[in-house]
């Protein structure tokens, strides 16, 4: 998987494109562990992502809960497809991460 990387003043931005599954969870997992020293908060351009599987909300998790360890910066979530923010719901993940409907809105309200 591919990734488009933006850096911000207090964000950084990062973008994939297909699915997260057990194939592609490890590459998401290395880029968002790799941004972790950057001490921003990492919003997740969700908007090409068409599919996220359970090894990838782990992977995500487990950078969430590095973060939450750390006392740094969040992970949100910006743009989910719908069926995307339906698995989050369906799983239970949706409250732990902030979400907007766009990127404008999550940059802004970093």
Not at 38 to 56: C, E, Y
Not at 65 to 71: E, I, S, V
Not at 78 to 106: K, R
């Amino acid at each position: 998987m591919d990734f488009k990387i933006t850096d911000y003043k207090r964000c950084v931005v990062v973008k994939g494109m297909g699915r997260i599954d057990s194939a592609t969870a490890p590459d998401v997992e290395k880029v968002l562990n790799d941004l972790l020293e950057s001490r921003k908060t990492i919003i997740m351009d969700m908007s090409d992502i068409t599919f996220v599987s359970s090894a990838g909300w782990w992977a995500i998790i487990r950078i969430y809960k590095d973060l939450q360890k750390r006392g740094d910066h969040q992970i949100t979530l910006a743009e989910i497809p719908e069926n995307v923010h339906s698995s989050m719901e369906l799983i239970g993940i949706l409250p732990y991460f902030p979400t907007y409907d766009t990127l404008v809105e999550a940059v802004a309200n970093v």
